[in-house]
């Protein structure tokens, strides 16, 4: 089963690895990483590389494919070649997958007209940009398309759909071999249960960086 | 404020790149991914090729220390840069973690002695034999070593740690900005939660590995 993961820069890095740590270890997978061109893509911060495996050209038919979202979407939702791939890959991938604002690729691609959708909660809005109907949920099934929301919504993603590729009992021991047992220390991982001042301070940083790239 | 995560052949990608997501988003982080050499280590399924930022030597004094796991720590609970690079950094760090077997490691390099200590959930007796207490919690502080549970508990890990870093309200913003609402397709995540068949599977896969390498 191959299974490739777009990279791009200014991915973010967790959107991409959640579900590599998870899909990576369903049996027969073969993971990819695949880019524009060969090398290293970096993190939004930078300070992240992770290698390419393939370029898009050398891994056109994937059976499992995932596009990360990061800031370098801004860029990557007119980029044509990662456009290209995922047109073409989706013609014949068993699952497409997108992560945070990858959905927001995968709607540039012509992808999600008319499907329910999500993203990062910050960026429910754009959806709707590319004839999705944004919604509020996890991670959402439309057929052979999954969505997952903000970046560590990549790891429910990605063990919802080992669950729908292998089996319940193999998606388990998956969940038991990365101890997903998670103990968030705060609740504050959603607009509706953080403080209203920390909401507020992550709204106003999203519009500067809107207004900053004009 | 310098974090450095170390990197080894053989690591787990989520133990290091779950971290990595929340501590690069602190103020005023600056986090590089060090190693024995410089280039690219490969996680333990290989197809994930993360590049160093600086080696051992290069980067002797951070302020974070973190040490992921995966099976390359068969190995490295005897490797020397990586013990002499723990010890030295050690020294002078403000905060000291590990993730999943990564506590091994910190194990190894003399630094448990006497605490209680966290691991991944099959590997808890083995942080008896470097005279650590271990234990089932997440997230364990003695001091400024922090240790956490299997691969994704470095997420919980690194918010708390985020938390006593910067405050509050900066890791929650942390925790929104990853949208870290968990919400596990399964409930198990944990041996406790887990039906017994899937347990008694991985438990089984552990002794294998183990009898395989002797």
Request: charged content about 20%.
């Given at each position: 089963m191959k299974i490739a993961i777009a990279l791009f820069d200014r991915f973010t890095a967790l959107d991409a690895v959640g579900p590599y740590e998870v899909l990576s270890r369903l049996p027969g997978a073969e993971v990819t990483f695949v880019g524009e061109r060969e090398g290293v893509f970096r993190t939004d911060v930078g300070s992240l590389g992770i290698e390419v495996g393939a370029t898009f050209a050398a891994l056109a038919d994937p059976d499992v494919m995932l596009v990360p979202g990061g800031p370098g979407v801004d860029e990557m939702v007119s980029n044509v070649p990662l456009r290209a791939w995922i047109q073409r890959a989706h013609r014949t991938s068993t699952w497409t997958a997108s992560v945070c604002t990858g959905s927001l690729v995968l709607g540039a691609a012509g992808l999600l007209e008319g499907l329910r959708a999500t993203t990062h909660w910050l960026q429910?809005?754009?959806?709707?940009?590319?004839?999705a109907t944004p919604s509020k949920e996890r991670v959402i099934f439309e057929g052979k398309i999954v969505t997952g929301a903000g970046v560590s919504a990549g790891i429910d993603l990605a063990l919802a759909l080992a669950g729908r590729i292998a089996g319940e009992t193999v998606a388990q021991a998956i969940q038991l071999g990365i101890e997903y047992d998670p103990e968030p220390?705060?609740?504050?991982?959603?607009a509706e249960k953080a403080p209203p001042a920390v909401v507020e301070l992550l709204r106003e940083r999203a519009r500067s960086r809107f207004q900053a790239r004009g």
């Open positions: 429910r809005e754009a959806l709707a940009r590319y004839g220390p705060f609740a504050a991982g959603s």
